[in-house]
């Protein structure tokens, strides 16, 4: 299936959608590098930046004023890797380093929006917040229902003067309403929540035949939430029948056992904080952590400890 997607736990939203040969939608950063190339300049994060007339420049270059954010200029692995606050001159002296930039210090909420997107236009917007935890990781995501007008204003505008000729999805990381990472994709976590097999219908027609077109009536919120454990741990994924059962309990929409066995742990991108072992979506937020409190306890009995010292898995991380 053209539908190129990297992670096995979630090819069982795109299963059964008829997607032509000749027609390829990416779910991964890299995909999106390689088949966009006249728009691929949308991961350099300095450029993004410049882009919004944000006070930035590479390491190298001194801020003129304290605090920024500091980050890497590529990061196609995600989980904000290299990211952090320099709040005066020792600690950009103390921690810059090649192939970092500096920028504005942006404040307020935080927002990840999925756009389709015709010829630089925006035709769908879905907005989703998290709920962080300690350590880069979240509790919970919230697939809002409502629409953000001051995102969908700013990055409007935005698209119009950047992207013109673009056709496709596209993703906004943004603080304040205002952007901080863009992606030619959209977010392959929560489609069952966008509307299922209905709205990978639309994905397809929009990279099939440049349009887009779905009745999204009916959207409602719903709820994605995760399961870390503790990292230096050789985890197995749970019985299949066990993760049928959870599946099937009601307002759950689906399961994501979020990695591969067969890896070592270190093999897989995760946040400083612990190892993502599973993603529960749901229209209910008690019922998804009801959810995710039996899968949690599957890995008590499943897990291989690499560490001396035995650890639970934790929950909330």
Same mark, same amino acid.
């Given at each position: 299936m053209p539908i190129r997607e990297a992670d096995p736990w979630r090819m069982q939203y795109f299963e059964g959608v008829d997607c032509p040969e000749d027609v390829n939608v990416p779910t991964e950063d890299g995909d999106a590098w390689l088949w966009y190339p006249e728009y691929k300049w949308v991961y350099n994060k300095l450029e993004?930046?410049?882009?919004?007339?944000?006070?930035?420049?590479p390491h190298g270059l001194e801020?003129?004023?304290?605090?920024?954010?500091?980050?890497?200029?590529?990061?196609?692995?995600?989980? !904000?890797?290299?990211?952090?606050?320099?709040?005066? *001159?020792? +600690?950009? #002296?103390?921690h810059q380093k090649p192939g970092h930039f500096w920028t504005t210090l942006l404040e307020g909420e935080h927002v990840s929006t999925d756009v389709a997107v015709v010829d630089g236009e925006a035709k769908w917007w879905r907005h989703t917040t998290g709920e962080p935890l300690k !350590?880069?990781?979240?509790?919970?995501?919230?697939? *809002?229902? +409502?629409? #953000?007008?001051?995102?969908?204003?700013?990055?409007?505008?935005?698209?119009?003067?950047?992207?013109?000729?673009?056709?496709?999805?596209?993703?906004?990381?943004?603080i304040g309403a205002r952007i901080i990472e863009a992606h030619l994709r959209f977010a392959d976590q929560w489609p069952d929540l966008y509307g299922g097999h209905p709205w990978v219908d639309a994905l397809v027609r929009l990279y099939r035949d440049g349009v887009w077109q779905y009745d999204d009536s009916a959207r409602r919120e719903g709820y994605s939430v995760v399961l870390f454990g503790a990292h230096n741990v050789q985890y197995h994924?749970?019985?299949?029948?066990?993760?049928?059962?959870?599946?099937?309990?009601?307002?759950?929409?689906?399961?994501?056992?979020?990695?591969?066995e067969d890896r070592p742990p270190a093999w897989h991108s995760m946040p400083p904080g612990g190892?993502?072992?599973?993603?529960?979506?749901?229209?209910?937020?008690?019922?998804?952590?009801?959810?995710?409190?039996?899968l949690a306890l599957s890995y008590w009995s499943t897990q291989e400890l690499r560490s001396a010292r035995r650890r639970r898995p934790a929950v909330d991380g």
């Open positions: 993004i930046s410049e882009s919004q007339g944000f006070a930035c420049g801020p003129p004023s304290f605090p920024v954010f500091s980050k890497p200029v590529f990061n196609m692995r995600g989980m !904000g890797t290299g990211s952090r606050v320099m709040r005066n *001159l020792t +600690d950009y #002296k103390t !350590g880069g990781m979240f509790d919970y995501w919230t697939v *809002l229902a +409502d629409s #953000k007008p001051e995102i969908e204003e700013y990055c409007g505008d935005w698209l119009r003067r950047n992207l013109t000729g673009y056709t496709g999805m596209a993703n906004f990381e943004t994924h749970p019985p299949r029948d066990l993760i049928d059962d959870i599946r099937a309990m009601p307002d759950v929409t689906s399961v994501q056992v979020t990695f591969h190892f993502r072992l599973g993603i529960v979506n749901c229209w209910n937020l008690e019922a998804g952590m009801r959810a995710r409190e039996r």
